[in-house]
């Protein structure tokens, strides 16, 4: 079968994709002709795992780069951008994925653990939502977007949701929300989308540090009708779809993927 993507010279930037729904969305347009731009945070001894994964995406036969750093910090942001408009020369960005899970995990009241501040609120509002923001309005003005840009941003039924030790990702998942909207209203004139898909309860490591992960996975569990939670290769196939040409007229939406999860009380 022929890659969706092959020969376009279009480029997939994933912010946070070194694991999780954002490794997987990557190998996913890999596989369908799509370049891939990696930017994630993590510590040395990590790296062996890591590397494993982005040499599956480069045995798809396109070109890869990765940048080890904080995504969240604006000198860094620029340096990368800045490195990339070099190393892209004509290319350009097809697709900007959002799948940064930095954030605090404190109940708001909590008699032996410390308690949920107003800075937790704002580091895990700055990387979780903010920094879509940022990184969109940088390489629009770069000029490495191509004339069809998707913007694709990760959130989940916490918009809506109230869980304990989940107040400060909530706030930022809605943020997040809003700024997918606006960015689909004030770039739709120069050909850019955006889009945020709400996942089912995926097995991930960022899943994992919640407490109480466990019983959100029974709970999603007995809900699908399905009767499995999501994977993220669940959620990379819909991020595919979303690049492609038939899906332009989709802007301004929050579209679950969890096999009807959501529906059920």
């Known amino acids: 079968m022929e890659k969706q993507f092959k020969d376009q010279n279009y480029w997939a930037l994933v912010l946070g994709g070194s694991s999780g729904l954002g490794l997987a969305s990557a190998i996913k347009l890999s596989k369908e002709g799509m370049n891939i731009i990696v930017v994630h945070r993590n510590s040395r001894s990590e790296m062996e795992l890591i590397n494993n994964s982005f040499n599956e995406i480069i045995a798809n036969k396109v070109k890869f ?3 080890n750093i904080d995504a969240g910090n604006p000198e860094k942001r620029m340096q990368a951008i800045s490195e990339l408009k070099i190393q892209l020369g004509d290319d350009k960005i097809k697709c900007l994925i959002h799948s940064i899970a930095k954030g605090n995990l404190k109940a708001m009241v909590d008699e032996s653990q410390p308690e949920l501040q107003k800075d937790d609120f704002m580091i895990t509002l700055e990387h979780m939502a903010i920094s879509l923001y940022e990184w969109t309005k940088n390489l629009f003005k770069e000029n490495v977007f191509a004339t069809d840009t998707r913007i694709i941003s990760f959130t989940s039924e916490g918009n809506t949701k109230a869980y304990k030790n989940y107040s400060a990702v909530s706030v930022a998942k809605a943020a997040l929300e809003a700024i997918s ?5 004030e770039f739709a004139p120069y050909g850019i989308r955006s889009n945020c898909i709400q996942a089912g309860v ?9 407490p109480g992960s466990d019983k959100m996975k029974e709970i999603a569990l007995s ?3 399905f009767g499995k939670i999501t994977t993220p290769e669940d959620v990379a196939d819909v991020v595919y779809l979303l690049c492609k040409d038939e899906a332009k007229w989709i802007n301004g939406t929050v579209i679950p993927v969890d096999g009807g999860e959501s529906i059920v009380a």
């Open 202 to 210: 995926t097995d991930t490591r960022s899943l994992r540090l919640i």
């Open 223 to 225: 809900r699908n009708p």
């Open 181 to 185: 909207r606006n960015i689909a209203l």
């Open 65 to 67: 780069i990765s940048f």
